[in-house]
Structures are given as C-alpha cells and as structure tokens.
C-alpha cells in the first residue's frame, strides 16, 4: 500500500464521531457573516443595514484577485456592517443578519434528486466556481476558481482528491464520502473536465474501510476516478505529502503542485463542487464534527457559515464541561485554539475539538537530548531541533538557509519531541521572521 | 468557567519524555548490573550503589548551589552516568571510594559544567572512567577474579581458565594460549570491569533499546563491525595475535558499542553521520588495542569520536523532500 | 644521538617558523586592507553596545558611516546621547547635532487589573509568536502581550516585567532611548519620546484603536476616543484619530490638563510633583526616580 517518502507520526487517531450521522444545525437568531472566509483580501460588502436578503444571495464581492465572493447563508434583514473579533480575537470585517424565515433564492435548485449530466464547458465550470465562492475546504481556504485555471505553459496531468483526513478526531470528510459518494464523484468529474485530466485519483488511509468499500462501488459507474487506498500516516493530508503518495512525483521547495503536474482538491470540496455547478448552490454551508473524548455525545452537523461556536457548542452539548482545557478550531496536529467562542464559523471550519484541560497543557520544556526524533518524523527531511536554536539566537537568515520556509508547519516535530521543547512555535516564529526578512530584501 | 488555554499546534503530545527515555536506559542496564553482581558479589553491587548516589548528589548540589537552577535529578540521566561509570570499573575494596571522585569528574567536568544535560560534547560516564585510568592506572586496572572476593555472597564455581587479568591483559602480556574460551567470554566468566564481563546481558538490554525505539542499530553494528573485520584483518596479516571474534567478545566493546556510543546527546543524529560515528569508534578502538600502550581503547576511542560528533552533524544532514 | 635529536627539532622547528613568517608577512602585504584610523577611534569613543538603535548593524559600522560621511548630519548615536556626540564631532571636526534625548514609554495600561486575562497563553515565551497567533491573553489586541521580547531586546538590561502589572518596567536611570525594544514589540505599544525636562512626560498609554465600547471593554483604563483631552489642550498638541489620542511631544508643555480630563486614566503624566489638591493621581506608576535633569528639549 502507498504512503509518502519520508518522516511522518502515528497519532491516536480517536476518531470517535465516525458514527454520527450528519445533523442539520438549527437556525440561530442571528448570524455574523465575515468578510475574510477564505485566503487572500477579504471581500468587499455589497449590502448596507437594513437591506433585506435571501439565503444565498451575494452580499460580498471579490474585487482583488486572491478573493472568494461571500453568500448571505440566511434570509432575513441586514442589521448592521461592522467589524467581528473572529475566534482569536482579532476583529474582522463582517456583515450581522437577523435572520427571518428560511427563503432561498429561486436559483437554487433545491430538489433532493442527483443531477449527473454537466454540459459546462471548462471556462464556465471555473466561472462558476468563482461566483459561487468556492473555495478550498482543506483548511487552507483557497479560491477555487485561482486553483483551477490553470497558468499560461502548465499542463494538469493528476487530479488527486484528498479524502485522507489524517487528522486526529476530524469525521467530516468521513460521513460526506459515506453520505454523499455519488455527489461527490460527479464533483469529481466535474473537476476532472475543468482541468482536462483523464484520471483522478481519489487518496483514502486505510483506516477508513467503509469509505474505501463506498466510494470504490461509486466510482464504478463514473469514468476516469481511481481510488487509492494509503497507508495511515501523518500528515499523509498535506498537499506535498499526499502527491508523493500516489503519483511518487515530489514538489520542489518554493514551487507548486502545478508544477509538477498535479492538482489537489479536498473531498468536502468536490461537493461544495457538485452543489454549485449542478445546484446553483453557492458555499453557504459545510459540515462540521463537534468531538472530544470528554463529551457526552459526539456530532457531525452541517453548519451554515455565520453561526457562532457558542450556538453550536451550545446545541451539541449546553455547555462546555468544566474539565475544558481547550477549544480548537479544527483537528489536534494543525488545528487552532480559540479563545472567543462567540465568532462565527467560516468556510473552512472543519471542527470543533474540546480538549480535557490534563491534555491541553503541554509539559514543562526540558533540554534538548539531540535525540533526532524531530528530524526523523520531519515529513519535509528538515532539521528542527537546529531551527528552535537559530531562532532562539536570532540568527534567522541561517535558518532561512537551512530552508525554515519549507515548513508545512504539520507539527510532527513538536508532537515527537521527548524534551517537550516547542519546536513549531519557534519555527513558525522563524518563518515569519525570515518572511519579513525576505520582503524587506525585495524593496 | 476556567479559562481556556491558548497555544500554537500541535494540540497533542506522543507519550515521549527525556525521563522515560533515561529511566528506560536504565532498565535496559539492570541485566548487566546483575550479572556483575552474580560475579563479583557484594562489591559490585556497592560500587554501583555508590556511584549512582555520588552522581546523583553531586547534579543536585551543582545545581542548587552553583547553577541556581531547578534540580533534574529526577529525570534519570545522573543514574545513567552513575550505573555506567560503575560498569567502568573493576569491582575492587579502592573502587568504594575512588568511584566518587570519578563521579565527581563525570558530573561536574563531564556534564555540568558544559551547562547539564543535553550540552555536554562528552559522554559524561566516559570523562570520568578516562580521568580514573589515568589518574589511578593500578587500581583501575586490579581485577578481582570472578567470584572469588572478599566481599562475595554469591559463589560461582571458577575454572583453571578464568584468571584475575583480562582477557586483554592477557593478550598483551601471556598471548592468545592463555585466553577464556568463547562461551565463558559471551556469559562473562572472565575477568573484567562490572560491566565488560557478560556479553549476553548487555546484548539483553541493547535489544530492549532498539524495541523500545532508544538507540538504532547503526552505531553498535557500525562499530561491533568494523572492530571485528579490522582484527581479522589484522589477524590475516599477522599483526595482532587476537582473534575477531574474542576481539568483540572482550574488554569494553560491548558495552561501549551498546551504551556509551549510542549515548542521545553526545552521537551523531542522523543514519549516515551514526554509521560514520560507529565505523569511527570501531577503528580506533582497534588501533588503539593493537599498536597503543593501553590493553583497552573503546573508552578513548568513543571520546575521541565524540569530539568530533557536531562536525558530522554538519556534514551529514537528513536527505531533503524532494532535492 | 641525543644531541642529533635535539638539534633536528630546534632546526625543523625553527626552519618551520621562519617559513611560516615569512609567507605570512607577504600575505599580509597582499591583502592589506586601507583603513581609515579615524574609524577605529570613532569606534573607541562609541559605546559599543551594539545595540542597533543607530540602525547601523553595529558600533563599528556606525563609526565607518561617521567617517564615510564626514559630518554628523542624520547620523546619531541614542545610546551616546549628546555626550558621545560632542566626542565623535570633535573627532570629525564638525558641528555636534543637538538631538534631544529619548526614552522608552510604555504605550499600554493593560495591567492584569485594567485588563483581566480571558484566556492562558501556554506557547513559546514571545510576544512575536503569540502576537502572530491571536489577541493574548486580555481582550484588547492591541496591548502588551508581557512575554518579554523588549525584555530580551535591550542591550542594557535595563527593562523587566512587573510580575504585578504584567507590563514591562523601564529603568529610566539605564534608558538609552536606543530603540531596541521599540522595535522587538510586535504590538508598537512602546514608543521613544523625549525624556522631558526633569523626567516629566505625558503620554496617553493606549494604542487601541477600537471603538470606545469596545476598547473599554477590554480593558477600563483604554483611551476611548472621547477627545476631551483634544478638547482642553491649549497647545493643540493632541490629536485623535481611529478613536485614539496622541500627544505630540514637541508640542507639549506639560500642563497636565490633559491628564484630569481624560476619564479613563489612559494619559499619564509621570514624575511630576504632586498636585496642590484634590484630584487623586491618575494611575501614575512612576517607575523610577527622577534621573539628573537633562538639558533643554521640548522644542
């Protein structure tokens, strides 16, 4: 069975909420919509307070290039155009909505049947993509219609579906491919069409037989989409990693998948995908699992954007247990802490993760042993114990040397480490400091 | 409600820490310890006894009174450099005492004084056997003969074949006629240094280590290796009278190929600079055993590699993704 | 025998060395490099702390620039201060420029009181990475994060973290005005200001700049916008703009009336003497007593 090359980390996998059927989450009274959902600019309001709009009707535009459209995921009155502290306290551009009722725009195509023939040629499939607000749900939040036009001289020769989910806890992906596999594999094919690619290849870790078994007997009656089972490792997900795993093609440090031919796109994405080229659905909604071990029940929900993580906190399980060390924003390995509660979802929230607060503290730091573990679970061959002492000594620029920007920040190093020493910190640290570094050269 | 805890990814932790990883070294030195007791009897167990403790003191008292840090005592390295050290001596009555001043040296000038654990360029147990050869060559080098001591509570039948010299002294002064045979080499019926003795028990402990993910094969194999295809060589040619496998099988090779080279903190870090490192070891040891005035070169040899340890490290870097 | 030895290692000795000398005599000859020698004495005079606050990667660095340039002009040690720069200009033989001294202020009144923590910061100790992750540990995301990057920035040692604020403390007797810290904080919450006639500043030690509400929200002693100190300054030397109040220094005269209209206790006014009556000292933590009196400034 496949993985990639080198490096990587078997964590607990605790993934507890794979039986938990996707729920719909309940409408709150109001919901905050901010401007940033997605990498790049945040996008530019079009409605003003007291504007009344419906679900999925566009209320910020993308004007820069490195943007997404946002869609209004209620129907009710604009209250208010105003910043929103997001989930870290930093305040955001944002649009609040009262919400009333539930009216969609007469666009969508709301019929529960599967529409399967796509007549779109390429040029309107990436079109739409970008009027729909697509973007990454892989926890990047790329532009979509960015990722498939593909650049003047560069030729897409994979499109590998990233159905891995690696992470710790995260069942998303899991219950989409397990509820949605048809949908999914005419996402796929709509993609494979943009791009122009014979095969896509659809990467799933062996811990998710069920998956395998599914979406296998679904791609049967579709053309060109190959399912690859992967040997379970972290951080088998990432971008880098995962092309290695089934085309053995690796990406050079600096450059892109395009590069070397390949395309990834996450599985949650293909039906993002599917909803809006064959259901005029803009991204308004994605699915979202609420786990911990030390939750009386565990959940899938598919959420609308806006909705605050109180209101979906508060719908799963009334109130955090008093034992809570920790609420992240996606899974334990690359996921986010937050500390305000009340910021809405965005597009790219995959998870709501609570953690005891005896695992959420980390160990006191010791003294590096030179053990070597960090190199050896380093998935990108990097060297981080040198990085945390460079750092340290602020001598950034040898670390530049040492390629600290190759970093996909999987945390691999730190999650090894026997000393505890806070070696993603440090290197993250590093990277935004050789960034700097680097920008200030440019001028 | 609490507050809630902030801090970058990863959000959890392998189950790895610096003490697990000393206290489990230390396990994996309990069947060689054992051995020498069963051999030397009470000696053994005392020196052992005292060399731990003075190691242990003398962190504590370094870092309490001239460091002015947190102790780290608890985390097991000084116990690893006691029980080492000890099994670096013979166990003779001068060891009770002149293992504290080897402890003092391993502790104090060995480690602490490069700022504790993990900033040491030597291996700490190393610096203070070396000191104890040099200082203290006749006591370092009087070899009880198997359970025959004084202090003995265990008696083990000896035979005409086991002496008070080590397989090595012998060599060099009586030649080859005179040696243990293989057997007694491997369960460590010859004379010796605690820890030199059983080459079974420590090879026990070392496939503890490389279950248990501590050490990797690469330096012990490098070096076990290299030492044995150096003295056959040697053997061919006719310039040493030592066989290879009663090289491997004798004197601190063992050891020193399963413990004290694959120390974490003082050996190279990645496959290639291990395999260097272990090759290195290897052939001075034998050099030194062959054409040195010393019978016994792995403690000088694996200091010497030492000292040259972060050279390799900067030429022997993991193989980057996708260059 | 024994004396061949002998002679042979003086002679290899010897031969060696006189080699060796000479070899090196005439690639020093060859890779000579020019220098000035009023560079090294400017060097001299510097006080080769190597702090940076000049912007010049070091002492020496700054010394060269002094003689490349031949006048002081836009050159200027803050370390120094006039003392050292009366020093290199007679060594340049030029006019001394009269650059007021500065110090250090801290801009943030988000004490654990002012502003109590929401949340426990459990990453690396560094206000830059935590800065890069989220708002720290109070609500306002502009304030001092106090893990201490200025702490580590100084050259002079000469700023610690209050244990009971949580904001760093300047030892205004060490403060060189050299800049370091300005630059380590990734907040900008501390700024170079004159050091003032006796010591006396007044500044408004708050960067938020939220919305009143938002920013009292976080935090009790924020500046809040409100513009009643722009209001009462006589000398038109406060200004507010994004709902924040900034006193320009060169401008200000000291008259406190600032300090008792503002109603959070956000403009502080230290080393003053206290006031005749009333009015309790507005939050006011002079934090060290008063250096020599510095010559003329304040424009």
């Known amino acids: 069975m496949k993985t990639f090359a080198m490096g990587g980390i078997h964590p607990e996998e605790n993934k507890i909420s794979t039986s938990a059927a996707i729920e719909q989450m309940p409408l709150p009274k109001q919901v905050v919509v901010l401007m940033n959902q997605h990498l790049g600019a945040p996008a530019t309001p079009v409605v003003a307070k007291g504007d009344k709009v419906k679900v999925g009707q566009l209320i910020g535009k993308a004007e820069a290039f490195m943007c997404a459209n946002v869609h209004s995921p209620v129907s009710g009155t604009v209250n208010k155009v105003d910043v929103c502290k997001d989930p870290f306290g930093m305040a955001k551009p944002a649009i609040y909505i009262d919400v009333e009722g539930d009216e969609w725009e007469e666009s969508i195509d709301r019929r529960p049947e599967i529409k399967r023939e796509c007549n779109l040629e390429p040029k309107q499939i990436v079109d739409k993509l970008k009027e729909m607000g697509i973007v990454g749900l892989g926890g990047a939040t790329f532009p979509a219609h960015i990722k498939y036009s593909i650049p003047e001289g560069k030729k897409a020769e994979y499109l590998i579906i990233n159905a891995v989910e690696c992470e710790p806890y995260l069942t998303s992906d899991h219950r989409v491919m397990l509820e949605h596999a048809e949908e999914i594999c005419i996402g796929i094919s709509i993609l494979r069409k943009a791009l122009g690619v014979p095969n896509a290849y659809v990467g799933i870790e062996n811990n998710k037989p069920d998956c395998i078994a599914k979406m296998r007997e679904t791609a049967t009656k579709f053309e060109g989409i190959i399912v690859e089972p992967l040997k379970m490792k972290y951080p088998q997900g990432a971008e880098k990693q995962l092309i290695n795993a089934i085309t053995g093609r690796k990406v050079p440090s600096g450059k892109l998948p395009i590069d070397v031919g390949c395309v990834v796109s996450n599985v949650g994405t293909t039906f993002a995908v599917y909803e809006a080229v064959q259901k005029n659905k803009p991204l308004i909604e994605n699915i979202l699992t609420v786990t911990g071990k030390h939750l009386p029940s565990q959940h899938n929900y598919q959420v609308r954007i806006g909705i605050s993580y109180a209101d979906i906190i508060k719908q799963a399980m009334g109130e955090l247990p008093a034992t809570t060390g920790k609420v992240i924003s996606g899974g334990p390995m690359m996921g986010k802490a937050m500390c305000n509660l009340d910021a809405p979802t965005v597009k790219g929230a995959s998870s709501v993760l609570v953690i005891d607060e005896d695992e959420a503290t980390r160990a006191r730091e010791t003294a590096c042993i030179r053990c070597g573990k960090c190199m050896q679970a380093c998935p990108m061959g990097l060297e981080p114990y040198l990085f945390s002492s460079l750092v340290r000594n602020g001598r950034i620029e040898e670390a530049g040397e040492h390629n600290i920007l190759d970093c996909i920040e999987c945390g691999c190093c730190f999650f090894s480490c026997p000393a505890n020493k806070p070696l993603l910190d440090e290197i993250r640290l590093g990277k935004n400091k050789m960034r700097a570094i680097l920008a200030a050269k440019k001028k | ?323 | 025998m024994e004396t061949n030895f002998f002679l042979l290692a003086v002679l290899v000795l010897g031969v060696t060395g006189a080699v060796f000398a000479v070899v090196l005599y005439f690639v020093a000859q060859k890779f000579k490099v020019e220098e000035d020698p009023l560079i090294d004495k400017i060097a001299e005079v510097l006080p080769g702390a190597n702090c940076g606050g000049c912007g010049k990667a070091g002492c020496r660095a700054m010394a060269e620039a002094f003689v490349k340039q031949g006048d002081m002009e836009g050159l200027s040690c803050p370390a120094g201060g006039p003392a050292v720069a009366a020093k290199v200009a007679e060594l340049l033989g030029c006019a001394a420029g009269d650059a007021a001294p500065k110090v250090a202020v801290v801009r943030c009144n988000g004490s654990c009181a002012n502003a109590p923590a929401k949340n426990r910061y459990d990453g690396l100790q560094s206000c830059a990475f935590a800065a890069s992750l989220y708002t720290g540990e109070s609500a306002c995301s502009f304030g001092c994060l106090g893990l201490g990057d200025c702490v580590r920035s100084c050259s002079f040692n000469g700023i610690t973290i209050d244990p009971e604020t949580g904001l760093p403390n300047i030892n205004y007797d060490i403060c060189v005005g050299c800049g370091g810290c300005v630059k380590s904080c990734p907040r900008n919450v501390l700024e170079l200001r004159n050091r003032g006639v006796k010591d006396r500043r007044v500044y408004v030690a708050c960067r938020n700049t939220e919305k009143g509400g938002v920013a009292r929200k976080a935090c009790s002693a924020a500046c809040i916008g409100c513009g009643k100190c722009e209001k009462e300054c006589p000398f038109g030397a406060i200004k507010v703009e994004n709902n924040l109040a900034y006193i320009d220094f060169n401008l200000c005269k000291s008259c406190r009336k600032c300090e008792q209209a503002c109603p959070t206790g956000a403009i502080h006014a230290v080393n003053f003497p206290p006031r005749p009556a009333r009015a309790p000292e507005a939050a006011a933590p002079a934090p060290a007593a008063p250096a020599a009196p510095a010559p003329n400034q304040e424009a």
């Open chain 2, 1 to 323: 409600m609490k507050l809630l805890n902030i801090s970058g990814s990863p959000h959890v932790h392998s189950d790895e820490s610096t003490k697990k990883i000393m206290w489990r070294v230390n396990l994996a030195l309990v069947p060689t310890l054992i051995v020498a007791i069963a051999y030397f009897g009470l000696n053994a167990l005392l020196v052992a006894l005292i060399s731990v403790a003075a190691c242990v003191l003398f962190q504590w008292l370094i870092e309490k009174f001239i460091m002015k840090v947190p102790s780290t005592i608890c985390d097991g390295s000084a116990v690893v450099t006691g029980l080492l050290l000890a099994l670096n001596v013979p166990a003779t009555r001068e060891m009770l005492w002149l293992v504290i001043i080897g402890a003092l040296v391993a502790i104090g000038i060995g480690k602490m004084s490069f700022g504790g654990l993990g900033k040491n360029p030597f291996n700490p147990a190393l610096v203070g056997r070396v000191f104890m050869l040099i200082s203290f060559p006749v006591q370092m080098t009087t070899w009880p003969k198997p359970g025959e001591n004084l202090f003995s509570m265990v008696s083990v039948p000896t035979t005409d074949a086991t002496t008070g010299a080590t397989p090595l002294g012998i060599l060099k002064e009586n030649g080859a006629e005179a040696l243990p045979q293989v057997w007694d080499m491997l369960i460590g019926h010859m004379g010796g240094s605690l820890g030199e003795v059983s080459t079974i028990a420590i090879l026990i402990g070392a496939i503890y280590l490389l279950c248990r993910r501590i050490i990797s094969w690469h330096i012990p194999v490098a070096f076990i290796g290299t030492a044995f295809v150096f003295s056959w060589i040697l053997y061919g040619c006719g310039s040493s009278n030592v066989d290879p496998l009663t090289t491997i099988l004798t004197g601190g090779i063992m050891l020193g190929a399963c413990f004290m080279a694959t120390d974490m903190v003082t050996s190279p870090m990645t496959k290639g600079g291990q395999l260097l490192f272990g090759f290195g070891c290897g052939l001075l040891t034998i050099i030194i055993r062959t054409w040195g005035s010393y019978p016994e070169g792995v403690s000088f040899a694996i200091l010497l590699m030492n000292s040259v340890t972060p050279l390799i490290n900067k030429g022997f870097k993991p193989k980057r993704f996708a260059c």
